[in-house]
């Protein structure tokens, strides 16, 4: 017998203090008593947050009558054993303007499912309806609904109820509400909204709509080439704009975005040249986008099912989050956004930045993944001397194993073609009731059937191992220079620089350099370096370093805390990346990755 189905209701109750009231009602509770339990952390986002912190006050009742709730965990309660439907009662405080959780205010609310919507134990698999209820606040008057769940009594953008299959996709379809603006387009005949939260004049939503529609279609006929058949019926962008903010969290249908106001086209710029900035939003919705397929379908063998109250650890993240990167400005290029030299650039970046840090040798790209809960998604000051990101680093690796594979093969087989498989195998029928994730074994399998080689020592070299990439021995044969300008006359302490207040911290301090040999540590507090004061700007600092040589020591004056110490350093060469690619030959053969 199926279960009956799961209700919500969800009221954005006190716009002033941030309260959603939400209540869940269960038609057939477990005779034993019912259990709720709310997630402790959001796909995507790996890191236990402990959502049910924000819930301030619960209650249940049947019938009327109250019900005993006991608190059985952190994020556990329990209803006494009742007869009939049982309604739990509780508020949500929204006060967390990130992708990850939940916000509300005078402007706007948005909410992730894993914030707000108990689970019912042993009802997931029931329909879950929700009615999304207007705010009574004279404010929200006229505010309008923005999400991926399937209207059930409700028009499209209104209030009133939504649909998910299961309490999975209940979770996995954030909600927006408020004054937002609003485009839609069609991508191979897909409906896409873009919606925009926050004040933004003159947004170039045209522009917008033009660009994005050539990233999805460029994806979509990237996975069926043949079909052009998107995996959703329909797809949200929801962004909220801030002065300053950057990130992305991928769902099934959808994505919730955070950017900076600047980042995107006005109406003013129309006839200009895309900005770095929108460069880099629309790189960001290519990421995202890109997981509809990666990761929200083909998963991780431990992501299906997931286990949302607990870690639950991969070694594949490289792959999931890693490839996903690789293919993001890669897909912009391919869908005519960014020139090949523009890609170039953002890679010299990329290789740069992972080539900056000495974790990349201490921590491989599988130990990054496996490890992402307690140290990727919890840097502190020593990140660089301990850890590599599976982002970047696996961006890396992609590209790698694509010119490894396109090289070997004279053209005839690349990393597209394992994307592909992987996502014939184990992506296309996820929600058709074959969910099976993909182990790594299963993994390096595809890799050598795809290829058609035995790429094991490529994985334990570069991804069970730490060797930095062979990209200087790979590009070159793609016509693409690599050439690393590192200004090595340039004397330096090996520090990363910041601001607090007028004063210059050391944010990090590179193992081995010369300020980690003089003693100086991360978060000491610049004074003085040869009697002259350090002041805020970390430009500064190479100011005053620039009257000296590669091997002069230099007096630096440092605040801990709150004393005053004084430190010899031994001024050594710059050990900054300047890495720099050159497309030498337009036409080469096997083609580019970005040409494909
Ligand atoms: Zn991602």
Redesign the pocket.
Known sequence: MKNKKISYTIAARDLAAHMFQVSVTVEAPAPEGQVFVLPAWIPGSYMIREFSRNIITARAEAGGQAVALAKLDKHSWQAAPCKGKLTVHYEVYAWDLSVRAAHLDQTHGFFNGTSVFLRAVGHEDAEHVVDIQRPADEAARSWRVATALKELKARRYGFGTYGAKDYDELIDSPVEMGDFALATFKAHGVPHDVVFTGRVPNLDLARLCADLKAICESQIAFFEPRTKKAPMDRYVFMTMVVGDGYGGL?HRASTALICSRADLPTTASRDKPRSEGYEKFLGLCS??YF?TWNVKRIKPAVFAPYDLQVENYTPLLWLF?GF?SYYDDLMLVRAGLLSEDGYYKMLGKTVGGVLRGSGRTKQSVADSSFDAWGKYYRQDENSPNAIVSYYAKGSLVGLALDLTIRAKTGGKRSLDDIMRALWQRFGRDFYNGRARGVTPAEVEALFDEISGMKLKPFVDKYIRGTDDLPLAKLLPQFGVSYKDERKAGKPSMDVNLGRDGADCKLSAVHDGGAAQRAGLSANDLLVAIDGLRVMGNPNNVDALLSRYKVGDTVQVHAFRRDELMSFDVKLHGDRVPGITFTVEEKKTTPRRPTAS
């Open positions: 991928e990421h995202e997981h989050e996903t």
